[in-house]
């Protein structure tokens, strides 16, 4: 267990919807990663958000959107979904004082 | 910006033999971290072994190892005595550091395949 716990695991919605992932990292680690896995773009680092502020942008869509709380829990907002939206969603986090950064169980998201 | 290349799409291996998996990258920078993180059907991340770019000596890990060229910026991976659960999908990665403040950048990743 690596201590970042993703919800939910699965989701399947239709093109067109808007979904909610939601991401706790590890107690006391600041920074949260979203990274998007699909068959042909690979891991993609999508946005970093360090104690509550956006921190770094990756290839993040205009229809994506983040956010990291106050207690450092993070959502990664996706609207208006294609097809090609479908893949699998990790969160990772980690801190400075760490040896690495660590991953959720990831988020696999269907649009049909 | 960084980039990190795996050439090699899939590779396979018969158990107890040894594999190496390559992967190369493109940084102006002089530090910096390499991983190799392991993607086993559960799909959980594990971070396999991970190389300072400072440190000449190859990183360790048990049954794990690498062959990092700096000058070439090469960074293979061997797995030896290769077990069953060792098949994976397998990522190499860059970051900026080793301790998740900074994102970091994978390949394409490799679909190892160990055959009894």
């Known amino acids: 267990d690596s201590g970042v716990t993703q919800t939910p695991k699965h989701l399947i919605t239709a093109t067109g919807q808007r979904v909610t992932l939601r991401c706790s990292p590890r107690?006391?680690?600041?920074?949260v990663y979203w990274y998007q896995q699909s068959l042909d773009q690979g891991l993609q680092f999508l946005i970093q958000?360090?104690?509550?502020?956006?921190?770094a942008k990756g290839n993040i869509l205009e229809r994506f959107s983040a956010q990291q709380f106050p207690d450092l829990h993070s959502e990664l907002n996706l609207s208006s979904l294609e097809l090609g939206d479908s893949a699998l969603y990790f969160c990772a986090s980690g801190t400075a004082m760490n040896t690495e950064a660590f991953f959720g169980q990831g988020t696999r998201l269907t649009v049909v | 910006a960084q980039t990190v290349t795996q050439s090699q799409p899939e590779m396979s291996v018969q158990e107890a033999e040894t594999v190496t998996l390559s992967c190369t990258y493109d940084?102006?920078?002089?530090?910096?971290?390499l991983f190799w993180y392991k993607q086993p059907p559960s799909r959980q991340m594990i971070l396999v072994i991970r190389q300072e770019a400072y440190k000449q000596q190859n990183a360790t890990e048990n049954r794990f190892s690498v062959n990092f060229q700096k000058a070439a910026k090469s960074f293979s991976l061997k797995i030896s005595d290769s077990q069953l659960g060792d098949a994976a999908m397998y990522f190499c990665?860059?970051?900026?550091?080793?301790?998740?403040?900074?994102?970091?950048?994978f390949g394409k990743g490799m679909k190892l395949t160990v055959n009894p």
């Open positions: 958000y360090y104690n509550g502020e956006e921190r």
């Open positions: 990665a860059y970051s900026k550091t080793q301790g998740g403040s900074e994102k970091l950048v």
């Open positions: 107690s006391g680690d600041l920074s």
């Open positions: 940084t102006s920078e002089s530090d910096y971290y």
